[in-house]
């Protein structure tokens, strides 16, 4: 038998960037499992606990205050370390800390390793609410709220053996095909370009621009983050039961997930048709503002499911707006500075959040005596917010002075 002594190549995968970005999918809902947890354990924790909304917010903030200083430490230090073992120290750490949790005894503890989660997930980008409820609830009512938070840090590692074994860069993976490879490397500089000096931060804040980009964050997403953290508490207040509202917690997420689709398709179709770029951004922006409107008629109501509706018609209005919130930077700003700018409508988004979550333990505390209208102050103002941020990008984001010295990129 004849020996070659050659090593055989291992088979290339086809189609490995589609395989790849299903991986960051699962990631992205085992975060969410993750992140989601507490809000969805929120009312039987405030009963076992004894915790005031108050204390509840402190919880949340815990996190939000992490993960604001998170995005941007994150974000240089995985362009430092890259993205392969950048996100492999942040999966690691925000699993081991969703199994800690499981030993939380107290308001104190439970901020404190919501905290270190924050500082985790910062690395990693949200979504799929929808499919996270049902499992947390799930969990919570056949094995209790300590294994619901261990679940998720377990299923953390199962997507560690995955990522470090399926991801490397397309240069150097063992598993691509070549004419793979190339596909990939042809959408890449085929030399070093010479890239320009950072811009400075005061020089960025100069523009009106970067405050409309600012703007467009920190109006938006407080709402979105008051619905993800407070919903099933809300729900409660109105005198429905969390057992009952399943329905209820899935439809307003998926909602979100179709009109993140609807902002960007409709966005380019108008491009297609001829619109410039700033007003066809602007449509959806218009759309977004007035849409987040519907959660205010919530408050004349108590049932179940036109309460979802209406949750539902908002967030897919949210989800178009902060769709075209997210790609404002690369619209309006060159390479050197996109990171920049949107690190700065992150960090205002979170300072927003923080803000907005303080007062809503407050004022829901204040007002348990109205009942089932105890949040509608709060609901009135979660749905105009938006809508002023939407007036304000408007006015901001537009082609000035700072546009013809080429200082932003004209829309």
């Known amino acids: 038998m004849a020996v070659t002594g050659q090593i055989r190549s291992p088979r290339p995968i086809p189609s490995l960037r589609w395989w790849i970005g299903g991986i960051l999918f699962a990631s992205t809902v085992i975060n969410y499992i993750d992140r989601q947890t507490l809000s969805v354990l929120a009312p039987f924790l405030k009963q076992e606990y004894h915790w005031t909304n108050t204390d509840y917010a402190y919880v949340a903030i815990a996190f939000r205050l992490a993960y604001t200083i998170g995005q941007t430490v994150c974000g240089r230090q995985i362009d430092r370390l890259g993205t392969r073992l950048g996100l492999t120290i942040s999966v690691t750490w925000y699993s081991i800390v969703s199994l800690l949790t499981s030993l939380a005894t107290g308001i104190k503890s439970f901020a404190a390793f919501r905290f270190l989660l924050g500082a985790g997930e910062s690395a990693n980008w949200p979504g799929a609410s929808e499919v996270s409820t049902d499992t947390i609830e799930y969990q919570y009512l056949r094995f209790g709220w300590r294994v619901a938070f261990a679940i998720p840090g377990l299923l953390g590692f199962l997507w560690l053996i995955v990522w470090r074994k399926m991801y490397f860069l397309p240069r150097d993976h063992p598993r ?236």
């Open 176 to 411: 691509i095909s070549e004419s793979e490879r190339q596909l990939i490397l042809a959408d890449r500089p085929q030399t070093e370009t010479i890239r320009k000096p950072l811009p400075r931060w005061r020089d960025l804040l100069k523009l009106p621009q970067t405050w409309g980009v600012i703007v467009s964050k920190s109006f938006t997403d407080p709402v979105w983050f008051f619905i993800t953290d407070w919903f099933p508490i809300y729900l409660l207040a109105k005198g429905i039961s969390v057992q009952s509202s399943v329905f209820a917690f899935w439809v307003p997420f998926l909602a979100a997930d179709l009109g993140n689709f609807f902002g960007g398709g409709v966005s380019g179709y108008l491009i297609r048709r001829g619109w410039s770029l700033g007003a066809a951004r602007k449509a959806l922006v218009v759309f977004g503002g007035f849409g987040v409107l519907f959660l205010i008629p919530t408050i004349f109501t108590v049932k179940l499911y036109l309460i979802a509706l209406l949750f539902a018609l908002a967030t897919f209005s949210y989800a178009a707006f902060s769709t075209i919130a997210n790609v404002l930077p690369t619209d309006l700003y060159s390479d050197e500075a996109v990171a920049t700018v949107s690190g700065m409508s992150g960090t205002g988004a979170g300072i927003g959040t923080i803000i907005a979550f303080a007062l809503i333990g407050h004022y829901s505390d204040a007002r348990q005596a109205a009942a089932t209208h105890s949040f509608d102050p709060i609901v009135v103002v979660a749905g105009l917010i938006p809508f002023v941020g939407m007036i304000l990008v408007l006015l901001l984001v537009r082609n000035s002075s700072a546009t013809d010295q080429g200082l932003v990129k004209r829309i």
